[in-house]
């Protein structure tokens, strides 16, 4: 008879194990959902059926390899609905500011969600991995991969954001090599004829000045230094309300106008889709700030280019934020 130590040491071990890949199956399984929420649901899935068939795991494939098949399964599972999750501008033309009304809110799973940087990236890897690992998180990019049928989705994650050979992509997906390179091509195919553009780099003196200069004039609320920031194609979303604003003139009509409850606001800065973010908090008395929305601030070229407003204070506790500011 096992010894009870022997046995608790035993589960110890597969535990630690298994939650060493939980964070990198957890940026796998929001690229494929698009959520972070669903990420977290479905990696823990993903550990509750690993642990149950642990004893069976024979060792044939890496621990690696057997997990993300796991997890693969569970998101091919998740992703039976046919709506794809989706950002405000990818589903209609923009907003005219003279109209701009928030309209009703729709479902959480018709957007793409935010995620914090450091519950799906390792932060501590090599710059140049880590810079890589930002782009593949982007809200644009991640926008995109839900064009693409599941299937070729893990296909072109594992092939060009995780670099696995198609040998062992075949294999995880029960899967032919050809098959396997002929779903890469339609998907970087698909992917190709959806505009993308490059994001400047975070770690730079430039645009931490930038950002600096921007929660300087957003907290005042001086609109017209906040504009002068703007690039001129400058787009602001704001789910789950499905309108989008385009160009500075729009932004600031809407922040002296339907926006104007930001007035007075805090942020206080996180890491989100490998960019800026801000966790803004609304006024509500003197001295109180609560959330408000996980401001998501992309900048090209030097200036703000995507201005993109998640309202829901739930996310808060999910980028480690405080449950109010008080003075």
Do not use: K
């Amino acid at each position: 008879m096992t010894p009870p130590a022997a046995v608790a040491t035993g589960q110890a071990e597969v535990e630690s194990a298994l939650e060493s890949y939980r964070r990198e199956l957890t940026g796998y399984c929001y690229r494929m959902l698009g959520s972070g929420a669903e990420a977290e649901d479905a990696v823990q899935e993903t550990m509750v059926r690993a642990w149950r068939s642990a004893g069976r795991f024979e060792g044939r494939s890496s621990l690696r390899s057997w997990l993300y098949r796991i997890a693969t399964n569970v998101c091919l599972d998740m992703h039976r609905s046919p709506q794809r999750r989706a950002r405000p501008m990818d589903l209609g033309p923009a907003t005219p500011a003279a109209g701009a009304a928030p309209g009703p809110e729709h479902p959480e799973a018709m957007w793409v969600q935010p995620v914090a940087d450091e519950a799906v990236l390792d932060l501590s890897g090599d710059p140049a991995e880590v810079a890589a690992a930002r782009e593949s998180i982007r809200l644009a990019f991640v926008a995109a991969l839900q064009h693409l049928p599941a299937r070729q989705r893990a296909v072109l994650i594992l092939r060009e954001v995780l670099r696995w050979p198609a040998a062992e992509v075949a294999e995880l997906l029960d899967a032919s090599v050809a098959s396997v390179n002929s779903a890469l091509q339609r998907a970087r195919a698909t992917l190709a004829s959806i505009p993308a553009e490059r994001l400047d780099a975070i770690v730079d003196p430039e645009h931490e000045a930038l950002l600096a200069r921007y929660v300087d004039a957003f907290e005042r609320y001086d609109i017209s230094a906040l504009v002068a920031l703007l690039r001129h194609d400058v787009v602001l979303s704001m789910p789950p309300y499905a309108i989008h604003l385009v160009g500075p003139d729009d932004l600031a009509a809407w922040f002296l106008g339907p926006g104007i409850g930001c007035r007075g606001g805090r942020l206080v800065p996180v890491a989100a889709n490998g960019t800026a973010a801000f966790g803004n908090y609304r006024c509500r008395r003197p001295g109180l700030w609560e959330p408000f929305a996980i401001q998501v601030i992309e900048v090209a070229g030097g200036r703000i280019s995507g201005h993109h407003n998640f309202l829901y204070p739930e996310l808060f506790a999910r980028f480690g934020l405080p449950p109010r500011i008080e003075e």
